[in-house]
């Protein structure tokens, strides 16, 4: 069983780290956007370049830090409905989620993601703009990477939550209590 935490917090670790430094995008992000804004506003220069890289920052951003909000367990969740169940049962539904809904969402994605970002670098792909970014499949392979990134961030979760189940010792309360994955430090303390 602490093979199996090792595995999870190896897992965890690696996409902390993408998150992490994915993160920085969204500064990047707010930049390109203030940078549109005002050209538009007070130079009446409007961009298309500068329009689909916002999008294609949002994307990364979007795509790689998924995985880390998973991790750190600081996802959507319906709170009024699961603090009413015990630990025990709560580690069974996220143990059944990964198995049966997120992990299978993650391969079709990343399979079908991968298909499209192919199809995208064989023709050449470029923006619809004709001032356009170009490269379109690369935007698009994010796709499929931000995926690969959310799965070993499922089979982290899912490893952490086999160990719960069968050895609850293993795990310390105050992690499992808090849906801490035990990856770097908890999502609610400064780093």
């Known amino acids: 069983m602490q093979g199996l935490l090792n595995i999870s917090d190896a897992l965890g670790r690696f996409v902390v780290r993408i ?10 992000l707010v930049v390109v956007i203030l940078f549109d804004v ?3 506003r007070f130079f009446a220069v409007g961009s298309a370049q500068l329009q689909e890289l916002e999008w294609h920052l949002h994307t990364i951003l979007f795509m790689f830090c998924l995985g880390l909000g998973y991790v750190h367990n600081t996802h959507v969740r319906i709170e009024i409905l699961s603090e009413r169940l015990s630990e025990r049962t709560r580690c069974w539904i996220e143990l059944l989620g990964c198995v049966l809904f997120l992990i299978p969402f993650c391969l079709i994605v990343i399979y079908y993601g991968g298909e499209l970002t192919h199809r995208s670098w064989l023709k050449s792909e470029i923006s619809s703009s004709a ?5 379109r499949w690369l935007i698009k392979a994010v796709l499929p990477v931000g995926m690969a990134v959310l799965l070993a961030a499922a089979v982290s979760v899912l490893l ?5 189940l069968a050895r609850p010792e293993l795990c310390p309360p105050a992690r499992a ?4 994955n035990g990856v770097g430090a908890p999502p609610d303390s400064a780093q």
């Not at 952490?160 to 719960?164: E, G, K, L, S, T």
């Not at 209590?177 to 801490?180: F, K, L, V």
């Open 131 to 135: 001032t356009g970014l170009p490269y």
């Open 160 to 164: 952490r939550r086999i160990v719960m």
């Open 38 to 40: 005002v050209s538009r």
């Open 19 to 28: 998150g992490r430094f994915t993160s920085w995008s969204a500064l990047v």
């Open 177 to 180: 209590e808090s849906g801490h």
